[in-house]
């Protein structure tokens, strides 16, 4: 089971970019997929983009040319790097671990926020 740390939210212009960081520790990093989630106020929550242990990739429609995830396997760490953000995107971004892409392998965190407005 692993413990995960998100990082890198904020404030930003719609049209800006952030780059958000998921900080994880315990084992098996490397054999599970990596996903990241988020949820605005009123909605549930919803899957934003995964990241296998083979560094195959998918995206929501909603995302898809504006965000990239990506992996260090080393430094345990996964990436959401967003471009052209829109204030739709507002929301507290999540991640989180499966094995297979279908069973849980890290609890909730705190999520990091992110804002976009003018």
């Known amino acids: 089971q692993l413990q995960l740390v998100e990082s890198g939210g904020g404030l930003v212009q719609p049209g800006g970019s952030l780059r958000l960081s998921c900080a994880a520790s315990?084992?098996?990093?490397?054999?599970?997929?990596m996903d990241w989630y988020r949820q605005a106020s009123g909605k549930q929550r919803e899957l934003v983009a995964r990241?296998?242990?083979?560094?195959?990739?998918i995206y929501a429609d909603c995302v898809k040319g504006r965000f990239t995830v990506s992996r260090d396997n080393a430094k345990k760490t996964v990436y959401l790097q967003m471009n052209s953000l829109k204030a739709e995107d507002t929301a507290i971004f999540y991640c989180?671990?499966?094995?297979?892409?279908?069973?849980?392998?890290?609890?909730w965190g705190q999520g990091t926020q992110v804002s976009v407005s003018s």
């Open positions: 315990g084992n098996s990093f490397s054999a599970y997929a």
């Open positions: 989180h671990a499966d094995a297979l892409g279908l069973v849980p392998r890290s609890d």
């Open positions: 990241i296998t242990s083979g560094g195959t990739t």
